[in-house]
T-cell receptor
Framework: KAGVTQTPRYLIKTRGQQVTLSCSPI?????VSWYQQTPGQGLQFLFE???????NKGNFPGRFSGRQFSNSRSEMNVSTLELGDSALYLC?????????????FGPGTRLTVL | AQKITQTQPGMFVQEKEAVTLDCTYD???????LFWYKQPSSGEMIFLIY??????QNATEGRYSLNFQKARKSANLVISASQLGDSAMYFC????????????FGGGTRLMVKP
């Protein structure tokens, strides 16, 4: 089974631009979660989608948004980029929800905002 | 209060020795899950081991075991027979009952294995 894939792997943008990151979960997985990892704030939850519905959202401004398609692929969008948005963005997929559901992470997209 | 605390920012261990990475957590939920992930320099998060709050036995996965002490709210990871490839960041994470698939992570411990 193929793992979680994220594209692109690296991205350089300038302040004020917008960016879209993509995540393809493991085949059959319906839950996709997004995390932001920075040296200062660590790993922080952005949002989770399950069967095309946002189930949970972290404490991020409205510039951060996401969606999930019928094939479970997910995209996240960041508008009006700020320098502080430079981070590793990780996507995780799971076949179900609940405390026992294991999450598998992708390799991440490293975003640099200049 | 921090939900997940990892008090060791960095640790050294000699190759072939065992090492314990500390993790304490804070939750009022009765049902929760605790996870450990390994993150090499490449960035990918690799799942290592899982412990459910109702599991009576400590979880084990190969060289990894989880020392779960519920009353103390601790979930320490034990790596036996350390290998050079174990050098990485290690993260403890928790999923609470009503949080969907949201994981709350600790700050991580950087483990360095010495030859």
């Amino acid at each position: 089974k193929a793992g979680v894939t994220q594209t692109p792997r690296y991205l350089i943008k300038t302040r004020g631009q917008q960016v879209t990151l993509s995540c393809s979960p493991i085949s059959g997985h319906r839950s996709v979660s997004w995390y932001q990892q920075t040296p200062g704030q660590g790993l922080q939850f952005l949002f989770e989608y399950f069967s095309e519905t946002q189930r949970n959202k972290g404490n991020f401004p409205g510039r951060f948004s996401g969606r999930q398609f019928s094939n479970s692929r997910s995209e996240m969008n960041v508008s009006t980029l700020e320098l502080g948005d430079s981070a590793l963005y990780l996507c995780a997929s799971s076949s179900r929800t609940g405390t026992m559901s294991e999450q598998f992470f992708g390799p991440g997209t490293r975003l640099t905002v200049l | 209060a921090q939900k997940i605390t990892q008090t060791q920012p960095g640790m050294f261990v000699q190759e072939k020795e065992a090492v314990t990475l500390d993790c304490t957590y804070d939750t009022s939920d009765q049902s929760y899950g605790l996870f450990w992930y390994k993150q090499p320099s490449s960035g990918e998060m690799i799942f290592l081991i899982y412990q459910g709050s109702y599991d009576e036995q400590n979880a084990t996965e190969g060289r990894y075991s989880l020392n779960f002490q519920k009353a103390r709210k601790s979930a320490n990871l034990v790596i036996s027979a350390s290998q050079l490839g174990d050098s990485a960041m290690y993260f403890c994470a928790m999923r609470e009952q009503n949080a969907g698939n949201m994981l709350t992570f600790g700050g991580g411990t950087r483990l360095m294995v010495k030859p």
